[in-house]
């Protein structure tokens, strides 16, 4: 079993996940159930999989993890709960946040068997936008990618653009870094571009505020400088680069300018709000209003399209947009989870995006020049800024990529720290 997973080969494929996520349907929640599958068996085989060694290595050993194992568990916790209170259950419900438990079983192998998975991930985080790019026009155009803009026929465009924009920005945290060959620094350059090329021609602006927030990170983490000089040369940096997009990209400058258009019509006390940008603010107001209506035990999957049509809603959502919940949910990751299980829905969410970043916070204070935690750190804003605007993880092959990239990324920045990290193993 040893030999098997310390093949290099076996190790790309246990972080090939990222990889063809966006050419092949399932891709990613299969590279999950494999990893489930060979973490099962070594930890059974080897007499691991046992609570004393859990604890010693997530209340002992390593216990900056508890920020992740308390964010991944709670997604399941709290759907339970909030079943038991609506005397309903739906174990489809358990679908997606079950992936984060089998992410947590994967770290728990990664740290008992310490496989060196660091080179082959970085591989695959940069293959992933230069294998779309390469092979999208060959994927039969149906469904989603039949439309004008640029995704693929299982993945709408926003879930695609949010993608490419974090990859592309994992990519642009490798180029900043000192190479020590120009094919390295060659290739990462050609996976940014990948990665910015096919999120601006899926035209969705989903994730391009984290843009901002990681030109700040990459600022303070490169330059070691103050705060307040790195807020100056990043939003710097961001006026240039966004006023030069803006009169050099078409697409960039009438998705901004429809943007602004539409917060600026915005009518909050009533009116016509039919717009992109309109149906998302419209949206929120909604989902936080039936929130209050179920703040303990949420909707689940019961309906709520009849209060929809009530004056609450009426007076500023068009019966599109109230049409428009129904189909395509509330647009907002906190909001959408916030309706179906409560407050307790709310706070997975929010958990989901900050224990993992208060762990790869943690790494970077141990040692600021830790790869793998910045990666960590950048993915999570690309992620958490896109949740503002669509349900980003409510796909199971979403929450399964999220899930892996945080667990191997958070087990390579304890490597990166401490290259002699051991662990006994039988």
């Known amino acids: ?8 080969l076996n190790l790309f494929i246990l972080t090939s996940f990222p990889i063809f996520v966006l050419l092949i349907k399932g891709w990613t929640s299969a590279i999950l159930f494999f990893c489930l599958l060979i973490s099962l068996i070594y930890l059974f085989r080897n007499g691991e999989l046992t609570p004393i060694a859990f604890r010693q290595e997530f209340f002992k050993k390593h216990t900056t993890l508890l920020f992740i194992l308390i964010a991944f568990s709670l997604p399941i ?4 709960l909030t079943s038991a209170g609506n005397m309903q259950f ?5 679908d997606g946040p079950s992936r984060y438990l089998f992410a947590i079983i994967f770290l728990f192998f990664l740290l008992r068997f310490q496989p060196d998975i660091t080179k082959v991930l970085t ?23 039949a439309s004008d803009r640029l995704t693929i026929y299982f993945i709408d465009p926003i879930i695609f653009g949010s993608l490419c924009i974090s990859f592309g920005l994992m990519a642009l945290v490798l180029l900043s870094e000192k190479q020590s060959n120009w094919f390295k620094f060659i290739w990462y350059g050609i996976s940014m571009i990948c990665g910015f090329y096919l999120s601006v021609n899926s035209e969705s602006r989903t994730g391009w505020l984290a843009v901002p927030i990681v030109l700040f990170l990459l600022i303070k983490v490169r330059f070691k400088i103050s705060y307040f000089k790195t807020l100056i040369i990043s939003g710097a940096l961001v006026g240039i680069i966004g006023f030069t997009l803006f009169h050099s990209s078409e697409i960039i400058k009438n998705r901004l300018s429809q943007a602004a258009v539409d917060i600026s019509s915005y009518q909050w006390h009533g009116g016509e709000n039919s717009t992109s940008v309109g149906d998302r603010i419209s949206y929120i107001r909604m989902g936080w209003y039936l929130m209050m209506q179920k703040p303990l035990t949420g909707w689940s999957n019961m309906d709520f399209t009849p209060q929809l049509d009530t004056p609450e809603f009426s007076k500023f959502a068009a019966p599109a947009t109230r049409l428009g919940v129904k189909a395509g ?17 709310l706070l997975f969410t929010i958990l989901l995006f900050l224990g993992p970043a208060v762990f790869f916070l943690k790494q970077l204070k141990i040692d600021p020049d830790n790869r793998y935690a910045l990666l960590g750190l950048v993915y999570i804003a690309a992620q958490s800024v896109s949740a ?30 401490n290259p002699q990290l051991t662990f006994n193993h039988k």
């Open 1 to 8: 079993m040893m030999r098997f997973i310390k093949s290099n």
């Open 329 to 345: 949910g509330f647009h907002n990751e906190f909001i959408n989870n916030g309706v179906k299980y409560g407050f307790m829905g």
């Open 77 to 80: 916790v709290s759907i339970l």
């Open 388 to 417: 503002l605007s669509y349900q980003v993880l409510d796909f199971k092959f979403t929450a399964s990529l999220y899930a892996l990239m945080i667990v191997t990324l958070a087990y390579s920045a304890l490597k990166d720290s």
């Open 90 to 94: 739906n174990s489809s419900n358990l």
């Open 123 to 145: 591989f695959s985080i940069t293959l992933m936008p230069i294998m779309t790019l390469l092979f999208i026009n060959s994927v039969e155009k149906k469904e989603w990618s």
